[in-house]
């Protein structure tokens, strides 16, 4: 079974654009959760989606958004960049219970 | 969420028992223990999960005392390749319950 895919894996971007992230949970997973890491803050949850709607978010600004697909697939978007915003972006997914999720390989944004 | 208070550092040799401690003091009734690891640049790798007593796997065990107030990891003979970051978690399986990842235990090995 594969497993959770993430695109791009690298990314650059400047202050004050946009950014979009996507992910691919694995196969039968209906729950996608996203995190920030950074050496700074660690890993920090963003938000969740299940059967394409949010069901829990995080402590970040309203520059960060996301959405699932019927498919289960989602994506993450961040408007209007900032240097701060530099982080490896994880997508996890999980069929069941929430604590076991399995994690993506990452986005790694640069916000130049 | 109950919070979770683990070493930030540890060292080992190869072949040795490691055995990482998290204290959660608060933690509900509901709740259940779970540990990640992960390497550099990579996303956390779910190891193990338990609720009381003693959880054993083919990587790790954990040993949760009855007032499960903290929680042990432990794994045997470890290598090279088990350098990582290790994180305990305490949550209820629930939908929509976020997972809080803390600082984490940074485990190296040496040869």
């Known amino acids: 079974k594969a497993g959770v895919t993430q695109t791009p894996r690298y990314l650059i971007k400047t202050r004050g654009q946009q950014v979009t992230l996507s992910c691919s949970p694995i196969?039968?997973?209906?729950?996608v959760s996203w995190y920030q890491q950074t050496p700074g803050q660690g890993l920090q949850f963003l938000f969740e989606?299940?059967?394409?709607?949010?069901?829990n978010k995080g402590n970040f600004p309203g520059r960060f958004s996301g959405r699932q697909f019927s498919n289960s697939r989602s994506e993450m978007n961040v408007s209007t960049l900032e240097l701060g915003d530099s982080a490896l972006y994880l997508c996890?997914?999980?069929?069941?219970?929430?604590?076991?999720?399995?994690f993506g390989p990452g986005t790694r944004l640069t916000v130049l | 969420l109950a919070k979770t208070t683990q070493p930030i550092s540890m060292d080992s040799y190869e072949g040795q028992e490691v055995n990482i401690t998290c204290s959660h003091n608060?933690?509900?009734?509901?709740?259940?223990i779970t540990w990640y690891q992960q390497f550099p640049s990579q996303g956390p790798r779910f190891i193990i999960q338990?609720?009381?007593t003693k959880v054993t796997n083919e990587v790790a065990s954990l040993f949760i005392p009855a007032d499960r107030k903290s929680s042990t990891l432990s794994l045997p003979r470890v290598s090279l390749s088990d350098t990582a970051v290790y994180y305990c978690?305490?949550?209820?399986?629930?939908?929509?319950?976020?997972?809080?990842f803390g600082k984490g235990t940074t485990l190296s090995v040496s040869s």
């Open positions: 196969s039968g997973h209906r729950s």
């Open positions: 978690l305490v949550g209820a399986p629930e939908a929509g319950t976020a997972l809080i």
């Open positions: 989606y299940f059967s394409e709607t949010q069901r």
């Open positions: 996890a997914s999980s069929y069941g219970p929430i604590n076991e999720q399995f």
């Open positions: 338990g609720y009381k």
């Open positions: 608060n933690i509900a009734t509901n709740d259940y």
